[in-house]
């Protein structure tokens, strides 16, 4: 499986139809849903919460939850939609998450952590992978993270994605939990030079490509989320720079395709918003692109908005230059 560069798993962001509006930008980065409780995940509408586009593959599916029944379950059920991998969440702060005891908080127990990946490596065939953080409120500490890593290792998990900034369970927000506790990326490659088998993943603030150069020296892969959730488009300089992929869609001829899925997911019911909205940034960076989201976001949360919205937003996608011209 490569996970050379992968899209972070986005709450409200990474659902089906953005990963399938990013897959249409690369073929080559590894794609995450967003955190899917293992409760939502058994008892709740699987079509609607787990399904997903053949497209979007190769895709991994993050659960949260710390009861080892329930995880192996949700691993199964994975494995049996056709999921590439399964990733557990141990780096959410946020205070619902600690409520159900799953994400960051996780990181203070690591025999838990060690026994739910067992439950789910026995109970599947596909990869099952950590997403962590470097540590937590005043735990950041080397030898702290490097025993959590072994200690899942022994579970039988080979990769682990680390957000190289500690999570503050208390006090912060889970936004500030993003930006305030500061960036330490040397513990992550100590981690990678202590482990050498094992599959680094870098995460955090990265959004250059020099950066993501850099960090592959050192690691196996990153994982990115702000920076392309963001500017979309930036995912064509990572297929250029990063997998010599020579001729990339440009950016009309990816709302042409993205059109043409929402033609076939609003015939099937889907709101014109709950895909246009992950296409806000398609033009970010370029002459107009103020013009572009303001248009976009007027136009397709309309509460009645049917497929004829749709196209007329299609048809402003595929002239963005007259666009700005007329609503400029
Ligand atoms: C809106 C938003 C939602 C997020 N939801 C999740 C999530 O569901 N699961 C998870 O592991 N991390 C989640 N994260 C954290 C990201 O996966 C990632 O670790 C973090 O944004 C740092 O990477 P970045 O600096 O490249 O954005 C979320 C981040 C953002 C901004």
Redesign the pocket.
């Known amino acids: 499986m490569k996970r050379i560069v992968s899209v972070?798993?986005?709450?409200?962001?990474t659902d089906r139809h953005d990963r399938f509006f990013l897959r249409l930008i690369s073929k080559n980065v590894m794609l995450y849903s967003?955190?899917i409780a293992t409760k939502s995940a058994i008892h709740g509408d699987r079509k609607k919460i787990l399904s997903y586009s053949p497209e979007e593959k190769p895709l991994a599916l993050?659960v949260g939850g710390s009861d080892k029944k329930e995880l192996s379950e949700v691993a199964k059920i994975a494995e049996d939609m056709g999921y590439d991998e399964i990733n557990i969440?141990l780096?959410?702060p946020s205070k619902k998450v600690q409520k159900n005891k799953f994400g960051a908080c996780l990181m203070k127990e690591p025999n838990l952590v060690s026994e739910c990946i067992n439950e789910m490596v026995n109970s599947c065939k596909i990869p099952v992978t950590a997403?962590t953080r470097i540590g937590f409120d005043d735990t950041e500490d080397f030898d702290y993270l490097n025993k959590f890593v072994l200690k899942i290792k022994e579970s039988g998990c080979k990769t682990f994605i680390i957000?190289a900034r500690k999570a503050i369970l208390k006090g912060l927000t889970p936004k500030q939990n993003?930006n305030i506790p500061k960036l330490n990326y040397e513990m992550v490659y100590k981690i990678k030079k202590e482990n050498p088998d094992l599959e680094i993943i870098i995460?955090?603030?990265?959004?250059k490509i020099d950066e993501i150069k850099n960090h592959l020296k050192i690691c196996n892969g990153v994982?990115?989320?702000?920076?392309i959730y963001q500017n979309p488009y930036f995912l064509t300089d990572i297929e250029k720079e990063i997998f010599n992929v020579k001729n990339n869609p440009t950016r009309e001829e990816i709302a042409e395709q993205l059109l043409k899925y929402l033609e076939k997911e609003v015939k099937l019911g889907t709101k014109v918003n709950h895909i246009m909205r992950h296409a806000v940034g398609l033009y970010h960076g370029q002459p107009g692109s103020k013009n572009w989201k303001r248009y976009l976001s007027d136009n397709m949360m309309a509460r009645d908005s049917d497929f004829q919205k749709a196209k007329h937003i299609m048809t402003v996608v595929q002239n963005n230059e007259k666009v700005n011209q007329t609503i400029a």
């Not at 972070?8 to 962001?13: Q, R, S």
């Not at 995460?203 to 959004?207: A, C, E, Q, T, V």
């Not at 994982?223 to 920076?227: K, S, T």
């Open positions: 972070a798993p986005m709450m409200d962001c967003e955190m993050q969440n780096g959410c997403k957000h993003l995460n955090g603030g990265i959004s994982m990115i989320g702000r920076a």
